[in-house]
């Protein structure tokens, strides 16, 4: 029977939470073409969770280790992973994680292929292998078809939401058989707090004057904080003019635009020169004590209320999802 | 110190996209192009460190149309060397075909003592050609670096990933792809604009081949959904998170 | 209120520097210094490099340009008369041009709030044999011209300074880039370069800076002081095909303004729609900006604009003074001054770009002449205004040079008056009417026609800022403040400002003027009527592409 080979990926000993996307979406292909989902896991020794990934779709589940490959291991990886698909697999699924991004490409290349990249949704048309996946900054979506043999694939992380599809999922350890590579982590930091432009975050928190002083933003930045590195705090002109907060971090005005993945506006009422910097944000959220005020207009989802009470409750919810 | 630098064309982010009549791609009228953002660190990077070796050479590579050579003129001003473009009509939408003819170029023209890309290009959001570069060159190579320092052979390079920041080494040459961080990139110098016209700029054309990767439509984005108020006060943070996790797919 | 009390002058010395001041970071020799990447700079680079090749002479041109791309700065109607292209370009035929269609169809109506009236076109206005185009490409175009001829086109790099020996213009220093909100370097400071030339052409379009500055340095006045208009467009793409260009006259506007309005379409679906209303108007609450919304609200535009999509949006002025208010001699020891910044442009034919291209090909010429006979001094140089008052720009501006001055006194008489001059080809009321500049008109807030914004119209409507918005100014919050206010600004004069501005750099908050430089557009308005225009970090405003 024809696999899906699906990359996991493991932290410390233990599954990312990508790992259940990678499968999910592993199954999904599988089911069209009717192949197997072989969940494919890269590391020193057993991982935690791997014992999960049936409950994703994964018919099997194996464990390729080898000196080295308790942190990530770029060649290694990536020889482990082709000379696994070389046996026969007619799909290579990734995730378009930090890792991901790394490895992805150089798998596709060992293998002679091309690589379908930071896809947001694949599906069997015809038995013809389709993906789709954004581009120009989301601003434009392209259908392709992936014709690689094996077709090698990447998902955008936080889009293929796991669901349960009971496999048997019966794991084995093997020996990767292949050096770590020339390629080796030493060490990883943790990001520095604040380290993240507003411009670039994939999570931009911005407050604005319902914060009424300028110590209140540590509420904010709490809330970034439970985002991992991967929120920064903004703030509205307003804000920044008043001097409680430095002007790098003023979203809008001037046609400057940041384009989050997730915008949260807190406290802010959403002045135009505001919105016009952030209306291209893919999910925006508002939190804001008028119900009337212009920034509910454009916000997906709003919520209103004394935003000292809702942040830090909101703050503690993502805590407990990270 | 002989470093290659490749670089792209992009429309510019603030580019309003339109399909084109063919449903496959860009519409380019009134669209602005510019040297893709990240290939600027990736040449600042290869500038910085001829000037600090105080001798070498850096080359800017580019595959692309005609027009590409505007954009190796900005390299070229910004301080590199001489420039090659890989000329085609189109730029395939499968990276390892690109990829394929940047090694074959690079071979031909290296050794090289390091190999630079921008991270990824921010028109196709590939994230590939470079580390794709690597495996056919059989180089090893670190992707998104945001720090960089190189010492008696050895490259150490920062990448952020999820929540933290890997410190990476390898032996050099290498490619390194370059994420915002890395450097501050310079202007390109009047004195440098003028330099970079009598720079040389070899253009190769070349043919390339299908690939396993084919479009079938571009379209716009679905349309902004209506918003909603979730609720009020803190009772309605949970279907907030609910909502954010399961049908905005943000969490 | 007089707007002029208010307004700064000219800081002359920061615009007129001795060449040889300390401070700059590179210097550089050029034969010939082009201000300004428009139209008029560019035909004068063109001319100048193909003469200096047909004479075996090697000439070192560099043209300035203070927009981050060619075009990027460049605004206009545009309908073009092929003239001066197919002088410049004689191999050429027009479809070689980058135009995007002939004009085939036109009309003109007076407008009424609900109603339009199909008037006759004017003789004046009439376009049959010219040219619908987007200056931005036209601009775009002849820049890949200059440079295939060897052309040095720096953009991003604003002239900010006449450099000067005597009274002789040696070359102008750039802006520096980098610079903190107080002025600071910061990590990506780079300082301005020194570009020393033999002949500096001021062609920075309409209201230059260093155009202002020379003048008043070597006092070169003219017979009335220069005027404007503020023009502010919009690029639709539109359901419904438009087929004929369109002019308007009366509604929006205050019947004591002078203007109207303008609707091309580059494409059937692809529509510019602009207003453009003289600066000497007398309503302190007028907005120019509101004026275009409210126009598109009329049912002759709403049709068409209705479910369509605002895709740009710009601003800049247009001088329209007319013959009598072209500074008295258009170059100097070392100097020209080209098309706009000259004043070049025919108000009652709506046309400026056919004689900014001539005016660079007439100084390319005078230029080169002087070049090859050694210094080219003021007397050398004055061939160029011989060549332009000898041919059909003067002749032209000539025969309509009352017809906008006519309006001084208010639409009616002055549409009367204009009607008479067309028919007597200048003649009647032919002696010079008097002009004071639009700064020194008198205004007040009337309470009964106030504009205020139009009403909610979704889509159609647009905020000043969402404008902005649309012109791709995104220019860093962080650059320090290019605009020169004037002392003791009063509630009354912020208001005033604030309606002027079309792209909210003033504000009136509790009775006091708010700045914000990042959102110029570098139309210039303020500079004729309050704070002062400075040029300021390379690539910074607008980005217009299709304008």
């Known amino acids: ?322 | 110190m002989k470093i290659a630098v490749c670089i792209k064309r992009v429309a510019d982010s603030e580019t309003r996209v339109k399909v084109a009549a063919d449903g496959k791609s860009l519409d380019d009228a009134g669209v602005k192009f510019i040297l893709n953002p990240y290939d600027e660190f990736a040449v600042e990077e290869a500038l910085q460190r001829k000037e600090k070796a105080g001798t070498g050479e850096v080359v800017v590579l580019a595959l692309g149309g005609a027009t590409s050579q505007e954009t190796i003129r900005t390299a070229l001003a910004m301080g590199a060397d001489r420039g090659i473009l890989l000329q085609t009509d189109r730029i395939p939408a499968d990276g390892f075909v690109t990829a394929q003819a940047i090694a074959a170029e690079l071979k031909a023209g290296g050794p090289w003592d390091l190999v630079l890309f921008g991270k990824m290009a921010i028109d196709d959001y590939n994230s590939q050609v470079g580390p794709m570069v690597a495996e056919l060159l059989d180089l090893p190579c670190v992707t998104a670096v945001s720090h960089l320092t190189v010492e008696a052979g050895t490259a150490t390079a920062e990448r952020e990933i999820e929540g933290a920041v890997e410190v990476v080494q390898c032996p050099v040459p290498a490619v390194i792809t370059t994420d915002k961080g890395i450097n501050e990139p310079r202007y390109p110098a009047l004195k440098g604009i003028m330099a970079a016209k009598k720079k040389p700029l070899e253009v190769k054309p070349v043919s390339l081949g299908g690939g396993a990767i084919e479009v079938v439509e571009m379209t716009p984005p679905p349309a902004r959904k209506e918003g909603k108020i979730v609720g009020e006060g803190a009772a309605a943070v949970p279907e907030l998170v609910k909502l954010l996790r399961e049908e905005a797919k943000v969490l | 209120m007089k707007p002029s009390q208010y307004q700064a002058p000219l800081p002359l010395d920061r615009l007129i520097l001795k060449a040889g001041s300390g401070g700059a970071g590179d210097s550089m020799e050029l034969d010939v210094c082009i201000v300004g990447g428009g139209p008029a700079g560019l035909a004068c680079a063109i001319e100048l490099a193909r003469l200096g090749k047909q004479d075996g002479t090697e000439l070192n041109i560099g043209v300035l340009e203070k927009a981050e791309a060619l075009g990027e700065h460049n605004l206009s109607g545009a309908v073009v008369n092929p003239r001066a292209l197919r002088e410049l370009f004689p191999d050429l035929k027009d479809s070689d041009f980058p135009f995007r269609r002939a004009v085939d169809k036109e009309a003109v109506y007076m407008l009424t709030g609900g109603r339009e009236l199909r008037i006759p076109t004017p003789p004046t206005m009439q376009n049959h044999g010219n040219y619908i185009a987007s200056i931005c490409e036209l601009v775009r175009w002849l820049g890949g011209k200059a440079e295939e001829l060897g052309v040095n086109v720096f953009t991003g790099f604003p002239a900010a300074s006449l450099l000067v020996e005597g009274n002789r213009v040696a070359g102008v220093r750039t802006e520096a880039a980098g610079l903190d909100r107080e002025g600071k370097p910061t990590s990506s400071y780079s300082a301005p370069n020194d570009l020393r030339a033999r002949v500096t052409a001021l062609a920075e379009g309409t209201r230059g800076t260093l155009s202002q500055a020379y003048c008043k340095w070597q006092s070169v006045g003219s017979e009335n002081p220069q005027i404007f208009a503020l023009g502010v467009k919009e690029i639709w793409e539109t359901k419904k095909p438009l087929e004929q260009i369109i002019h308007t006259l009366g509604w929006p506007l205050p019947t004591d303004a002078f203007g109207g309005s303008f609707c091309y379409p580059l494409e059937p679906n692809l529509v510019a729609l602009g207003i453009v209303v003289g600066l000497d108007y007398r309503d302190s609450n007028l907005d120019i900006h509101v004026l275009l919304q409210r126009l598109k609200l009329h049912p002759l535009f709403k049709e068409y604009l209705e479910g369509g999509e605002l895709v740009e949006w710009g601003a800049k002025t247009i001088p329209e003074g007319g013959y009598y208010a072209l500074p008295a001699r258009r170059s100097g020891d070392g100097v020209v001054i080209l098309g706009d910044a000259a004043g070049f442009v025919d108000v009652p034919s709506l046309k400026g770009i056919h004689y900014a291209l001539q005016s660079g090909m007439y100084a390319a010429r005078a230029i080169f002449e002087a070049l090859k006979s050694g210094e080219p001094t003021r007397e050398k140089l004055a061939t160029y205004d011989r060549l332009v008052n000898d041919s059909y720009i003067i002749q032209d501006m000539k025969k309509t040079r009352n017809m906008r001055l006519a309006f001084k006194d208010g639409f009616y008489v002055g549409g009367v008056k204009a009607g008479l001059m067309t028919l007597t080809g200048g003649r009647l009321f032919g002696g010079k009417i008097e002009m004071h500049s639009d700064a020194e008109a008198e205004r007040t807030a009337a309470s009964s026609d106030s504009p205020g914004t139009p009403g909610s119209h979704p889509g159609l409507v647009v905020s000043k800022v969402d404008a902005v918005f649309k012109s791709g100014n995104s220019t860093r919050d962080t650059i320090p403040s290019h605009l020169i206010v004037g002392k003791d600004i009063t509630k009354e004069v912020a208001d005033f400002y604030s309606h002027i501005c079309p792209a909210g750099v003033y504000e009136q908050v509790d009775g006091q003027l708010r700045v914000n430089p990042p959102n110029c557009v570098d139309c210039k308005a303020t500079d004729v009527l309050g704070p002062r225009w400075t040029p300021r970090e390379g690539g910074s405003g607008p980005k217009y592409k299709r304008m």
């Open chain 1, 1 to 322: 029977m024809t696999t899906v080979l699906a990359v996991c990926e493991q932290r410390d000993g233990a599954l990312r939470k990508v790992s259940s996307e990678v499968v999910t979406g592993a199954r999904r292909i599988a089911d069209g073409l009717g192949a197997e989902v072989e969940a494919l896991v890269l590391a020193s020794g057993p991982v935690g969770g791997a014992d999960q990934l049936g409950g994703f779709g994964a018919d099997r589940v194996l464990t390729l280790t080898a000196d080295g490959f308790g942190t990530y291991a770029p060649e290694g990886y990536a020889a482990a992973v082709a000379g696994r698909a070389r046996g026969g697999a007619a799909v290579v699924v990734c995730s378009a994680s930090a890792q991901g991004k790394d490895l992805a490409p150089r798998i596709a290349a060992k293998l002679g292929t091309g690589l379908a990249a930071d896809l947001t949704d694949v599906m069997v048309e015809g038995g013809v292998l389709m993906a789709i996946r954004p581009v120009y900054a989301g601003k434009a979506l392209l259908k392709v078809k992936v014709t690689g043999s094996p077709a090698v694939l990447s998902l955008r992380p936080n889009v293929f939401t796991p669901v349960q599809r009971p496999k048997a999922g019966a794991a084995s350890t093997a020996a990767a058989g292949v050096p770590a590579g020339r390629v080796t982590v030493k060490e990883i930091k943790a990001a520095e707090a604040g380290a993240l432009d507003v411009a670039e975050a994939p999570i931009v928190i911005s407050g604005g004057r319902g914060l009424k002083e300028p110590a209140n933003f540590k509420i904010l930045e709490d809330l970034a904080h439970a985002f991992g590195g991967r929120a920064a705090v903004g703030a509205s002109r307003a804000v920044v003019d008043a001097g409680w907060r430095p002007h790098a971090d003023q979203v809008g005005q001037t046609g400057k635009t940041v384009s989050p993945t997730l915008y949260i506006a807190i406290g802010i009422s959403g002045a135009i020169q505001h919105l016009a910097g952030m209306r291209t944000s893919k999910v925006i959220v508002a939190i804001n004590k008028d119900k009337d005020a212009p920034i509910f207009k454009v916000a997906d989802y709003g919520v209103v209320g004394d935003l000292f009470e809702i942040v830090p409750v909101l703050t503690a919810a993502v805590k407990s999802h990270a």
